[in-house]
């Protein structure tokens, strides 16, 4: 008799697998599943040191893939001043001042999730920040990372209140005066803000691509590893067993390795290679060498990351047609078509999966042209390349996806509405004419499309039962829009068996099935039977990784 180490009984069993959707309970052995179904015949196969789980009723679920986050930094920002919800300049003066006051010792003040909307119909300057904190560095960012505002002391400490020459879709805004105003749009501009916090190695995944310079010193390295721990233990917390990060370096690969060799690895983790607009193709021969030595089931790469536009809040993201409040501009690529779509072939032909950051429907048609191009020279193949957020999309467009065999990888907290975001300036920027295909999950799956949903944190809250719960509440924001809503079922299933299919591991996780890796989320209470409403209320019990558990209440 094969005896289990664990057993999760008195569960109400979500497989995700059509041929046996429902259960009682889970038998693991050896970090797979060994058996799913009725208590009494999954109990047979407890032993003298199988360790049982009793559900209490609540669901167990595959663990949550998150197929679009940012491990590194998101885990530096933990310690971060979180402004999500501030409104006003009293209560962003109190917050402020609050946490300058019980950080005497930090050299540069960070705070993030600050809407674009804390002063109202006021764009936040300097001046603002300056009258709140004048004499000690301090940048706030936007939920979105791709705007912060600065005070008066960052600005002369980064050197860039005089401005600065930035590469293409990155701007300082300056003033009248000749000086900057405080606003930062983009990596480029911001950079050298961010990097008084002393968390630059947190950031190069995002801002280069690069590895440190010069190379950290043993403590450096220790603290790093620190970093991603409190990341990784926080995606488990929340029920994540795989992460499919969205940017990346070596480095980041090489700290992981040691962490997972130290047996501390709770996630499964991708880390991609990021392709910047100021490198050439054969930087591709650094991805490929990533890809072939990191290829387990707990540490992968194989993944080329893409920045091809900004975001609408800013005017970064490109759109075919002029934003609908700022009639001459359209943004400004990274890439131009012609350069993107050579990276596509190149990074295609060496077997490497693409995942492209595409907002504006300007920048989705670009990505899909690429995609296309690369089909046609290379040969089509499973290449199960991604467009990430899709925030605009033509109705052009909408069917290449599936005729691409295009990933179409979206995430619940973002559109204006939902999870209390503000729905301006957001949907002025987009227009009307362009509300119905804007953030259309349901237009896209409709047509064919595989949708993954994730989170996109730090930018949105980690948790995937508020991004489940913001797909099931989804309502239009004006009449005559399509519905855009996922039924629990289908917004489970994007976050479990579409990111194991994104990640060419369907045949591995993504469902509750024999055979299958042990990756498993118990839920404090019974998911289908809890309202819409209140399903942020549910939260994780334990998460079992591999067979072993990596949180529990």
């Avoid at 990784?232 to 980041?252: E, F, K, P, V």
């Avoid at 709770?266 to 990191?294: G, Q, W």
Wanted: aromatic share 6%; hydrophobic share 40%; charged share 25%.
């Amino acid at each position: 008799m094969t005896f289990a180490d664990l057993i999760v009984t008195n569960a109400r069993v979500l497989t995700m697998d059509s041929e046996n959707p429902a259960a009682e309970a889970i038998a693991v052995k050896d970090g797979l599943i060994l058996s799913v179904g009725d208590r009494r015949s999954v109990l047979e196969a407890r032993g003298p040191a199988t360790k049982v789980i009793d559900a209490g009723g609540g669901s167990a679920i595959p663990g949550f893939i998150e197929a679009h986050m940012h491990l590194f930094s998101g885990a530096a920002e933990l310690a971060h001043l979180q402004l999500a919800g501030i409104a006003g300049f009293d209560a962003l003066q109190s917050a402020i001042r609050g946490y300058a006051a019980s950080n005497p010792d930090r050299k540069m003040l960070v705070g993030q999730g600050v809407d674009y909307t804390v002063l109202g119909s006021e764009r936040v300057t300097r001046n603002h920040l300056d009258r709140i904190l004048p004499d000690r560095p301090f940048v706030m960012g936007a939920p979105d990372h791709h705007t912060m505002w600065a005070n008066t002391k960052a600005l002369e400490m980064a050197g860039i209140l005089h401005g600065k020459a930035l590469g293409p879709g990155n701007e300082i805004v300056m003033g009248e005066d000749g000086l900057a105003e405080g606003e930062l749009r983009e990596g480029e501009a911001f950079g050298p803000v961010v990097a008084l916090a002393g968390e630059e190695r947190a950031r190069l995944g995002l801002s280069t691509g690069g590895e440190p310079d010069p190379a950290p010193t043993p403590e450096e390295r220790a603290a790093d590893r620190d970093i991603l721990r409190r990341g990784l233990a926080w995606c488990a917390r929340h029920g994540i067993t795989s992460i499919q990060n969205m940017d990346g370096n070596l480095y980041q690969l090489e700290l992981l390795s040691e962490i997972e060799a130290e047996g501390g690895l709770v996630c499964r983790v991708k880390i991609p290679f990021h392709y910047k607009n100021f490198m050439t193709l054969d930087m591709l021969e650094k991805a490929s060498a990533m890809a072939e030595r990191y290829d387990s089931e707990w540490l992968s790469s194989g993944m080329v990351k893409v920045f091809y536009d900004g975001v609408l809040d800013s005017w970064t993201a490109v759109m075919v047609e002029p934003y609908a409040d700022r009639p001459d501009w359209r943004g400004e690529p990274l890439f131009s078509p012609e350069e993107f779509a050579e990276i596509a072939i190149e990074a295609d032909r060496r077997g490497l999966q693409i995942a492209v950051h595409a907002i504006g429907d300007g920048a989705v048609r670009a990505v899909l042209d690429g995609y296309e191009a690369a089909q046609k020279k290379n040969g089509r193949r499973d290449s199960r390349h991604r467009i990430e957020h899709i925030e605009v999309t033509t109705e052009a467009d909408v069917p290449r996806f599936a005729e691409l065999g295009v990933i179409a990888s979206m995430q619940p907290p973002h559109p204006p509405g939902a999870m209390g975001l503000p729905l301006e300036p957001t949907i002025s920027r987009i227009g009307r004419k362009r509300w119905p295909l804007s953030y259309a999950w349901r237009t896209l799956k409709d047509a064919g499309a595989h949708v993954v949903f994730a989170s996109d944190w730090p930018v949105s809250p980690i948790d995937p039962i508020a991004g489940i719960q913001a797909a099931v509440l989804r309502k239009p924001w004006a009449e005559g829009m399509p519905d855009q809503h996922f039924s629990l079922h289908e917004a489970l299933a994007s976050y479990t068996v579409e990111g194991a299919y994104a990640g060419f591991m369907e045949h591995r996780k993504g469902m509750l099935k024999p055979g299958y890796l042990a990756d498993i989320a118990v839920l404090s209470g019974d998911i289908e039977k809890t309202a819409p409403e209140a399903l942020h209320a549910i939260r994780v019990a334990t998460t079992i990784c591999g067979g072993r558990i990596t949180w529990q209440h």
